[in-house]
């Protein structure tokens, strides 16, 4: 079997024996005969698996029981707008703009009042988390990216404003431990850090939700997810199992303390490398707010980035070229990307730089 270095920025690695066990279990799961999505989503064994997912996310995560946690489909994209639709419901808005899914959460936001920028990196291409935040009276919400996947920056320390906190974890979840209570709703699409596309996780404080607006149609109501356990109607069946299997795999791999290790171990490999190469990787954020996720950097000329991605693609390296907005390289070593695919990446581009400075 040939598996390649995989460092797309998603959908993204999955754990390999994660992907052996759902091969194993396709045809017939638990001995029902059938696939798990080939069965009723109101079936015991559909149900025992969503229930498990939930008690697994909430374990990991050390989620209190005072937030529910539902799945729903649609994609981080649709949570730019639920998000608002449910919680846009004072003056106005706040919003740091650290990127491009910022921007978008921050368009659909304007569709239900004034919005404004509580901090912004926009002057410097995002290279940075904004170190202070102008929140104003009458705010229902600040709304956060916590890991720019495009520019390679992540919050290093959430933000403490006395105002709800609304974040998009979709590209950093379980990738470290956080302190749910610093937030009154999280949401995360799947398929960076925990499975394939077609679910996004939302955590999301009660007595939070108990403020949203009640009269949404309830495919766009948190309230009615969480009122029907996210089974108002068929959920992503597929997806969910996934996440199920990815979570039980973050589980024997120790945790996220132990999770959050490998990350550390494997995005100090490269950024090791950009900072000993005297300039010719030129990591694109500041120190101070680099992400572990996606790492971000530029070659001496667009040139030479092409022939690296290229030479990268021969030896097995994909997905490690910058996203269209951006351009220059980006490795993105999620929760299931490899130690030793991050050790080989650094190698090749080490031996590169070494012919071609
Ligand atoms: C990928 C991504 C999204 C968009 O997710 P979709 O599922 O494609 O809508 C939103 N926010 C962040 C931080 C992302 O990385």
């Not at 919050?155 to 974040?167: E, L, N, R």
């Not at 695919?341 to 080490?350: I, R, S, T, V």
Request: neutral net charge.
């Amino acid at each position: 079997m040939e598996r390649v270095y995989n460092f797309n920025a998603g959908p993204s690695a999955m754990p390999l024996e994660v992907l052996q066990e759902a091969q194993a279990e396709f045809l017939n799961y638990k001995g029902t005969g059938m696939g798990i999505i080939e069965m009723s989503h109101r079936s015991p064994e559909y149900a025992a698996m969503h229930a498990e997912t939930k008690a697994l996310l909430r374990e990991l995560m050390n989620v209190p029981d005072d937030y529910e946690i539902l799945f729903i489909q649609g994609g981080g994209s649709l949570q730019f707008l639920m998000t608002a639709a449910n919680f846009h419901t004072n003056k106005r808005t706040a919003y740091a703009n650290t990127g491009v899914w910022a921007k978008k959460a921050m368009a659909e936001a304007k569709r239900f009042g004034e919005v404004y920028e509580a901090a912004s990196s926009a002057d410097k291409n995002h290279s940075y988390i904004p170190a202070a935040l102008d929140i104003k009276p009458d705010t229902s919400y600040l709304h956060i990216t916590a890991n720019n996947t495009i520019y390679g920056t992540e919050w290093q320390d959430f933000p403490d404003v006395d105002v709800p906190v609304i974040c998009d974890m979709s590209s950093d979840i379980l990738s470290r431990p956080v302190d749910v209570t610093k937030f009154n709703l999280i949401y995360a699409g799947a398929q960076k850090n925990l499975g394939p596309a077609g679910v996004v996780i939302v955590i999301v404080k009660k007595n939070f939700l108990a403020t949203a607006r009640k009269d949404l149609p309830p495919m766009l109501s948190y309230q009615n997810y969480a009122d029907n356990d996210s089974l108002y109607n068929t959920p992503p069946v597929f997806a969910i199992y996934m996440v199920n299997k990815t979570l039980h795999w973050i589980k024997a791999q120790g945790g996220i303390t132990a999770i959050e290790a490998r990350n550390k171990e494997k995005a100090q490999l490269i950024y090791d490398v950009i900072d000993n190469s005297n300039g010719f990787y030129c990591g694109h954020a500041d120190k101070a707010s680099r992400s572990r996720m996606n790492i971000t950097f530029n070659l001496p000329s667009a040139e030479m980035e092409k022939d690296f991605i290229a030479e990268g693609k021969k030896r097995g390296f994909i997905g490690i070229g910058g996203h269209r907005l951006v351009g220059g390289c980006r490795v993105s070593a999620y929760n299931a990307v490899t130690v030793e695919a991050c050790k080989a990446l650094a190698d090749f581009m080490k031996e590169y730089q070494n012919q071609h400075a």
